[in-house]
């Protein structure tokens, strides 16, 4: 039986995770958790400070304490943290006086906001932060789901995520309706720690003014393009060339604990104009599919994402002899294949690292991107 990646896997801390919506955060300390583990946000003066939530003096919850300007005042005894963990002030014993030595909050490897989230990496991360361009290209409008909260692992959310041939089934009430059955072959392909999945369909696209004006046709064009970055990070983008429009969806999760994942979703258009009743719409849309997802996902009886290793040669959907592949796949499935492998990957090359009990201590600098080595994944064009 393959191995199985849970929401608390070790290796899982060396990848960068989103762990709340940047305006989540505002002026008190926020109390997230990641991979099993309670940490603290907070902004302080100089900078967003992440923490594990303990006080190192007898360990209560820093989240329970206050923004002070640049520090981070714990609720229990009043010690005082700034942005790089160092204690500056132990009152009871008294002015002047310097902290123990070891009277440092834990922080993490590094913490940044970017793309409207507030990531962690616990660990030095194996892969970059995704990249969104759409954000910053004119005449995209953006809207965020309310984060949603799932007892599905965060494997098997980002694999439904990738997945196209459910959309008859699960969704026939949204987007799956009227839906082919039939996957046609696709295209996976490396990319940097991660791959892109590039697909050409005929779909309805009702949304396209122009239909109910009898000058497009109903059905019409769409290129897919799914990017991923391990572990959890996806971007879809929707090119439909007939209509001139673009939609985009940004798909990140956070590994809250066993059991529990959350999600965040974000909308990027090109076709709404600022309309933002339009965009509302949308949302509301894409909220309905996303429970549809959810409904059943959470019915599944599985603790964590059966992984796969590198196949053997001629037979790109199979796991190699020393670790069979615990699910049947066909070639409607290369997506979620790669993505089992790269998580595997992911998960051998933590395993070779020194056993570390915690991430380095960080210097307070935001460090979104590593130089470690690319993850290897083969190239496979599944027919």
Known sequence: MSRRLTNTNAALRHGWHPVARSGEVADE????????????????????????????????????????????????HGWRFVVSGECTAVPALGPGVPAPRRAR????????????????????????????????????????????????????????????AHFPFVHAGTIGAGEDTVVAPYRVTQDDDGFV????????????????????????????????????MLRLRLDYPDAGMINTIQFCLQPEDEGSTRIYTRLLRDDLGGDAARMAEAARFEQAVLDEDLALQERFDLDGLPLIGDPPRGDPLRGDDADPAEEVSIRADAAGVALRRVLASLVDRATRLPTSGSGQPSDGRDRPRTTARRTEFRQTTIR
């Open 105 to 164: 909050a834990a922080p993490p490897w590094g913490v940044v906001e970017r793309h409207g989230l507030i990531w962690i990496a616990p660990e030095e991360p194996f892969a970059d932060l995704i990249e969104v361009p759409e954000a910053d290209e004119a005449g995209f409008d953006s809207v965020w789901l309310e984060p949603s909260r799932s007892s599905a692992c965060a494997g098997l959310l980002a694999d439904n995520f990738l997945d196209t």
């Open 197 to 232: 999945v590039q697909m050409e369909q005929r779909v309805a696209n009702p949304e396209d003014p122009k239909v109910a004006t009898g000058e497009h046709p109903l059905v019409q064009r769409r290129w897919s393009t799914y990017v991923y970055r391990p572990p959890f």
């Open 29 to 76: 300390p926020v109390a997230v958790r990641l991979l099993g583990e309670p940490w603290v946000l907070a902004r302080l003066d100089d900078g967003l400070a992440a923490f594990a939530d303990r006080c190192p003096h007898r360990l209560a919850p820093l989240s329970a304490g206050r923004v002070d300007a640049h520090e981070l005042v714990c609720g229990y």
